[in-house]
């Protein structure tokens, strides 16, 4: 007699679902099945609006490079952080969010409790080895019903969220290529950042860490 260890339903696991607060979960390795069509979509988009370091309204150069795709994207200069239907590196409209990052946000987010989710922004954060992001809120979204989901890829990345004052004191959360997060209702206005990227090659990615952003912004 043997044993069927390795029945076909094993073959897909299960989503590993952390709580990391009331309503923010990791989902751990829930963007693997999508990585190749994901790479492919993001770089359509990068090719028509490229990665670009932007500059705090305090005259600071984030280290973080960014793009964004969607009806809305994300801009920032000494006037400030907002939300633009065009990319101003080439006057035109943001390209679309490709179809797998729809179909992956909406999939995770009612994994997590949140049906229905359709995005209309998507931030693309690029990260060499030493670039961070600094404890903020992501606030300049008009529906703070909406949940945000988070896909990571490439390096891995030591994750902060704290509370609802910068103050606040912080957890740590290290989040790994394929993790996607998705935060919202409660939790939706906690302080958040990432801590300065460790050197190192991932096998696909390279050099870098690549977090992607879906939000309902309008
Ligand atoms: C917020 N990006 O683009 S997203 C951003 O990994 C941004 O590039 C980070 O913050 C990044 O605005 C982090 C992940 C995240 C996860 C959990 C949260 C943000 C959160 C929980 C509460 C609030
Ligand atoms: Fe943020």
Known sequence: MSLDLFDEDDL???TRI???STQAFVLRGFALPWVEALLTAL???LHESPFRHMQTPG???MSARLSSCGALGWTSSAQGYRYSPVDPLSGMPWPAIPQALLDLAHSAAATAGF??????ACLINAYAPGAKMSLHQDKNERAYTAPIVSISLGLPAMFQFGGFERSDPVQRLSLFHGDVVVWGGV???R???I????PGTHSLLGEQRINITLRKAG
């Open 43 to 45: 770089e359509r988009v």
């Open 187 to 189: 939790d939706r206005l």
């Open 191 to 193: 302080y958040h950042g």
């Open 18 to 20: 952390e709580q990391f």
């Open 115 to 120: 049906e229905h989710f359709v995005p209309d």
């Open 59 to 61: 005259g600071f150069t």
């Open 195 to 198: 801590l300065p990227i460790k």
């Open 12 to 14: 897909q696991q299960p």
